[in-house]
DNA sequence: TTTAGGG
DNA sequence: CCCTAAA
């Protein structure tokens, strides 16, 4: 552990100066569909708990994150720049070598600081860093002391649920149980305030240790140092968000809580997962409703084609074959110490077993993801990373291509669904219903999700290898492919897609004449023809993508045809004609 | 089967 | 893109 403090340390140092500028926002603005993060706060903690050692890097990690968020995505929140300006003192104490501009930071050594940030996408989506804060700060406690864990985990399980419920309010209603806990000390503290970078100087001078710079002058893996105040002041300082937690642990018996912590997790799970390429690209496709997936279960996970980052829990899928024994304590260690406590049951033990009894949870299809080629110091993941890896990878890709084809079956059929079950499979197919790539192809998927390639090409290059794949995916269209459109339609007009297809897209298989009017449709509103109830500065902002690539000249011809083949071709009674040939 | 329209 | 209703 303490190597790979000292290595990604070490990166940090060495990478830290370069630029941000490569950074994406793609990351950040995936969130607004995120808040079923909620759901696996709770465990979130947990995972955080559970990695004793890593704590600068994890705090380094935040801050970069902040940064990254502030400086880089503002259009995110207004939250941020409270956040920066928190962040930005603290930066300043605390690091002098991240003090750079925003622009000087290294996207590859953020995506190293976002592993240890666990859940970056989820902390975004959630809109709220409190949680991730405390996190950081459990991290960072436990990093301080393994020692006399094994009293009071009472105490532990507490923390736990603070930290799951005071981020409950920063969410939408679906966490409404959370919220009805009352746990004194984190009661008091009202999270919204703290939301708002919101900045309590008082505390923070109170608190503040003279020039105690721990983060540099301490080095990792020390289990002589016990966690004193004083780590809780410089943890203080990251941002007013922390301070519920630190209140909570200041308030009470820190040590005895962060320890206990602790103790929940010396059966360390550890972080598995970062999203890769694939995934975030997934994340950001525009349809995704998170809310969807918890409402339903075992249908949504064949419908479902946008695999989730999510907690590395998951990788409980197909739970049975790849939990390995840590992981299985880990898990009962909490629901015990979850019974120990007097607070309610459900708040604690719901997403462990959510996760076990909801398939939904398990069919995110992203289990190989979690084996995290990025991390290259983890040890154990590696272990039962390729089973996993073996297990899921052809069904890794289930909910993304298994979306079964409603409606009128296209060409291609899939060879087989579902068939497959095994005693020893049960689970595993249960999960993934549909197992149907080679494990070649997987494992091609796999290695692409590492490439750098622009959307457009990962688009096409999955459309091209999964050429014989039933499912269509979404294919961009070109302008020429949108003149030729437009073409058709002045000489056939609106509604006749059919013909229009025939004759103009004789050759592209893969525009049917509802894409065809789809596509139209888009285009109408994006050029503004529509008189719709949004202005035209709304809708094309909304449609920028269309806008964006399609010449100017185009949407004049959209207009002009827009007005001489009005679209919703409404006969004055209000029923569409039907154009006879 | 095809189109319209909503999601 | 997907789905359903309507023609």
């Known amino acids: 552990m303490d190597e790979k403090c000292q290595r990604v340390r070490m990166d940090q140092e060495t990478h830290f100066p370069k630029k941000f500028a490569s950074m994406k926002c793609q990351r950040v603005k995936v969130d607004d569909s995120f808040a079923p993060a909620l759901e696996d706060e709770a465990v979130e903690v947990q995972h955080l708990l559970a990695e004793p050692k890593t704590d600068h890097v994890s705090v380094d990690g935040v801050l970069c994150l902040g940064k990254e968020k502030s400086s880089k995505c503002s259009e995110t929140n207004g939250f941020s ?58 991290d960072i406690e436990l990093a301080e002391k393994v020692s006399y864990l094994d009293y009071t985990p009472c105490e532990g399980s507490r923390l736990r649920n603070s930290s799951s419920e005071s981020q409950s309010p920063g969410c939408s209603g679906s966490s409404n149980g959370a919220a009805g806990m009352s746990e004194s000390s984190t009661a008091t503290i009202p999270e919204s305030e703290s939301k708002n970078g919101w900045h309590n100087k008082s505390v923070k001078c109170k608190l503040r240790r003279p020039s105690g710079d721990k983060w540099n002058s301490q080095e990792p893996g020390e289990d002589s140092v016990c966690p004193t105040s004083d780590d809780i002041e410089d943890l203080d300082e990251l941002d007013d968000d922390a301070k519920p937690l630190i209140s909570l642990v200041s308030g009470k018996n820190a040590k005895k809580v962060v320890q206990a912590a602790k103790a929940g997790t010396s059966a360390r799970q550890k972080r598995l997962r970062k999203p890769t390429k694939r995934y975030i690209e ?25 695999p989730k980052i999510r907690s590395h829990d998951e990788l409980h899928c197909g739970g049975a074959l790849s939990c390995t024994p840590k992981e299985s304590f880990s898990e009962n260690f909490n629901q015990a110490t979850s019974k120990g406590t007097d607070e309610p049951l459900h708040l604690r033990s719901k997403p462990v077993s959510e996760r076990r009894t909801n398939p939904s949870f398990i069919s995110k299809g992203r289990c190989w993801s979690d084996t995290s080629q990025n991390e290259p110091y983890q040890v154990r993941p590696v272990k039962f990373a ?75 290059k999955r459309i091209c290898k999964k050429s014989n794949d039933r499912r269509k995916h979404q294919r961009m269209w070109t302008t020429p492919e949108v003149m030729k459109l437009i073409d058709g339609i002045a000489q056939y007009g609106t509604g006749r897609w059919t013909d229009i297809k025939k004759l103009m897209f004789s050759s592209t298989a893969y525009r049917t004449p509802i894409d065809l009017r789809d596509k139209w449709r888009n285009l109408l509103r994006a050029s503004g023809a529509q008189k719709r109830k949004s202005n035209k500065k709304e809708v094309k902002e909304k449609l920028k993508d269309v806008v964006r690539s399609l010449p100017s000249s185009v949407f004049r011809r959209v207009r002009e045809l827009a007005s001489l083949h009005p679209y919703p071709r409404f006969s004055p009674g209000g029923r569409y004609i039907r154009r006879k040939n």
């Open 282 to 306: 997934e994340l950001s496709d525009p349809k995704s409703k998170h809310v969807m997936e918890r409402k339903s279960d075992l249908s949504a996970t064949l419908k479902d084609k946008r």
């Open 81 to 138: 720049y409270g956040f920066n300006d928190g962040m930005g003192r603290n930066i300043g104490g605390l690091h002098s070598h991240i003090t750079q501009g925003p622009d000087d930071l290294d996207l590859g050594v953020l995506d190293g600081f976002l592993d240890e940030v666990d859940e970056v996408d989820d902390i975004h989506a959630a809109n709220d860093f409190s949680v991730a804060y405390k996190d950081f700060i459990l």
């Open 386 to 460: 390729p089973k996993v890896l073996s297990l899921t990878g052809p069904s890794a890709q289930a909910p993304f291509e298994s979306r079964p084809r409603r409606g009128r079956p296209k060409k291609s059929l899939p060879l087989s669904v579902g068939k497959q079950f095994s005693s020893s499979l049960a689970i595993y197919n249960l999960c993934f219903p549909v197992v149907e790539d080679s494990c070649a192809s997987a494992s091609t998927e796999f290695l692409e999700s590492e490439d750098d390639e622009s959307e457009d090409d990962c688009v096409k």
